[in-house]
């Protein structure tokens, strides 16, 4: 466990309210991801970023902005909720080390958009 | 499109059976990692292999990496019932800090 929290754990929104996602990390690692994790898709990235305000695209980024103004925290937003984003969404962070570039992950958020 | 895909999807042994699963990517990489994910849990590293690595062992974990089949095994020995989860591989790519998962096969230990 790298100290990665995230908030809230379930959420229950209707469609077309804004929605944020928190990730908290203490490792003070330098890069953060956000994923959405559905069936028969595995993970996939949406967003990620490499240092405080610089983040890039991931593979599924439309419909999905993240901010990062703090080292230890990466939030997630959906400015318009559809239920195509219902999903179980993960926060990951990267260490390295000798033995390689592995990622940490939350214990995920499980949202449901009605 | 994923980088990865496990195979097979899902796979049920008894308790005290091996686990072989696989897993095939497209493009070439620095490493390969699996990872495990327990029901409703985040994922956890297991281990990581380099593209210049062919075999590397891990408690019960045997990983194998050919990269001219683009492709590696995770063998779980001597299973338990606390190995039942879902496993995942992950390639990065030539930058190196992002990671693309396969769909993962889901493994079902039986007592």
């Known amino acids: 466990d790298a100290g990665i929290t995230q908030s809230p754990r379930h959420k229950v929104t209707e469609t077309g309210t804004p929605v944020t996602l928190r990730c908290h990390q203490t490792e003070n690692h330098r890069y953060m991801y956000w994923y959405r994790q559905d069936p028969g898709h595995g993970l996939r990235l949406i967003h990620y970023?490499?240092?405080?305000?610089?983040?890039d695209k991931g593979e599924v980024s439309d419909g999905y902005s993240v901010s990062r103004s703090k080292t230890e925290d990466f939030l997630l937003t959906l400015e318009s909720a559809t239920s195509s984003q219902t999903s179980v969404y993960f926060c990951a962070t990267l260490n390295s080390d000798r033995a390689g570039d592995t990622q940490y992950f939350g214990p995920g958020t499980r949202l449901t958009v009605l | 499109s994923q980088q990865g895909e496990e195979d097979p999807q899902a796979l049920s042994i008894q308790e005290g059976e091996n686990a072989t699963m696989n897993c095939s990517y497209k493009t070439s990489i620095n490493n390969l990692q699996w990872y495990r994910q327990n029901s409703g849990r985040g994922l956890v590293h297991l281990i990581l292999i380099r593209s210049n690595e062919r075999e590397k062992h891990s408690g019960r974990l045997r990983v194998t990496l050919d990269t001219s089949k683009k492709s590696s095994s995770l063998l779980i020995t001597a299973s338990r019932a606390a190995d039942t989860a879902s496993y995942f591989c992950?390639?990065?790519?030539?930058?190196?800090?992002?990671?693309?998962f396969g769909g993962g096969t889901r493994v079902l230990v039986k007592p």
């Open positions: 970023s490499y240092g405080v305000k610089d983040t």
């Open positions: 992950a390639t990065d790519g030539a930058a190196g800090n992002k990671l693309t």
